[in-house]
Each structure stands twice: as structure tokens, then as C-alpha cells.
């Protein structure tokens, strides 16, 4: 395992993004209870997805590496399939994405992003290919997993980790306090999400060279 995958990125232990650097200009990070950004990818069937396509409904977006071990940490154990089954059965859409970059060992294509699922038996909505990073910029996502909670309203409502272990260890999953999870129950209780912005952990996003952070 390389050095990069060992490490987690030291940023993304800060809980609020200032701003993103996008070929040398600053913008701002997407604020909770701001519009989400919009977007439009293909997935992994090769249809066009929208963001626009599920207004009125809660959005899960769950940025993953194939090669990153503590996107593995939550695969391995199961505890991802669950809470997209669970989502899920409350009517959210679970929209996962890799914004790897072409040549990145853990670029998705369409058979490539089908293979992991089937691999993986993820219980997304979809698989969404995002090699230009366009949309992993749009939101500041930085490591993986990163995740973020679209409410019906299509404002942002949650943007962090899927929980509070830092750590690549399954182990560390036992009594972990699950960010993801009591934001859907706050949105599903008609609350205000209590904790709508936490530290994410991960492996860094292999972003292209072009314009953007890596």
C-alpha cells in the first residue's frame, strides 16, 4: 500500500472548506442551507444523471475510491450496503461518485465502475462517473468517502464524514457515533439536521492535474 493510501489527508480533518482554488482563482465552498450544485454525469449504464432530475427528494452523495482503504473499511464490513438499504427504503437517492482522474489507478469506466459495484453488492441508486472532477470541485469533496445530504429543498443540509472513527481499522466501526445516518433520521423527523457539518477522513481524491486541488 502506497504512502498516500496509508495517510489520510491532513486537510480533511477540518471541518469547513474556505474555499475551493480552481486554476488559480478562489471560490466559494457550498454552505449548509445554500443551493447545492447543480450537475449533470453519465453513470454507469450510460445514461445522463441530473442533480435536477430527483428535486423534491432527499440526495445522498458518497464520493469512493476502489483502492482506498477506508473507503474498504466501510464496504468490508457491510456498513455502507446497509445504510444505502436503509436510505433507500425511506424513498433517498444514494448517488455515489468517483472523481478519480483518467490514468488514476482507481479511474472508473463505465465496466470498471460496474465490476466494483457487483464486487462490492452496493446498494446505490447509481454510480456516477465524474473523471473531470467537475462535480467533486463543485463541492469541495476531498477525500474518500466524503459525504453530503441534499435535502428536498435542494439545499445542502450535511456535508462530512459517515462517522466519527478516523481510522482504516473495521474494527474502530464498533460504537462509532454515524453522522449519515442521524442527519436522514433529522430530515425524515422534519428537524433541522443537529449536525450539519463534520470532519470527513479518507484517502485524498486523485483529481487531474488541471485546475484544482489533488
Known amino acids: 500500500m502506497s504512502l498516500r493510501r496509508r495517510t489520510f489527508l491532513i486537510a480533511a480533518t477540518a471541518p469547513v472548506l474556505a474555499g475551493l482554488t480552481v486554476a488559480g482563482a478562489t471560490r466559494a465552498a457550498p ?15 450510460g445514461h445522463t444523471r441530473s442533480l435536477a432530475e430527483f428535486a423534491g427528494k432527499v440526495v445522498v452523495l458518497e464520493w469512493i475510491s476502489s483502492d482506498c482503504p477506508y473507503t474498504a473499511k ?28 483518467p490514468g488514476r489507478e482507481d479511474y472508473f469506466t463505465p465496466a470498471a465502475a460496474k465490476a466494483w459495484q457487483a464486487k462490492v ?3 446505490a441508486d447509481a454510480i456516477l462517473l465524474d473523471g473531470d472532477g467537475k462535480i467533486g470541485r463543485a463541492y469541495g469533496a476531498k477525500v474518500t468517502p ?8 435542494g439545499r445542502l443540509d450535511y456535508m ?15 460504537g462509532a457515533k454515524p453522522y449519515v445516518a442521524l442527519a436522514l433520521a433529522d430530515l425524515k423527523a422534519g428537524r433541522p439536521v ?3 457539518v463534520t470532519a470527513p477522513y479518507g484517502c485524498s481524491i486523485r483529481y487531474g492535474s488541471a485546475g484544482g486541488f489533488q
Do not use: C
Request: glycine fraction near 10%; charge should be positive.
Open 74 to 101: 466501510h464496504y468490508n464490513s457491510g456498513t455502507m450496503q446497509r445504510l444505502q438499504k436503509a436510505a433507500r427504503k425511506q424513498g433517498v437517492v444514494w448517488l455515489t461518485l468517483s472523481s478519480s482522474a
Open 146 to 153: 466524503h459525504m453530503f445530504v441534499v435535502g428536498r429543498d
Open 194 to 196: 443537529a449536525m450539519p
Open 31 to 45: 454552505q449548509i442551507g445554500g443551493p447545492a450544485p447543480a450537475f449533470q454525469a453519465m453513470d454507469a449504464e
Open 121 to 123: 453488492h452496493s446498494n
Open 160 to 174: 462530512g464524514g459517515v462517522d466519527d472513527r478516523p481510522f482504516a481499522d473495521p474494527a474502530s466501526l464498533k
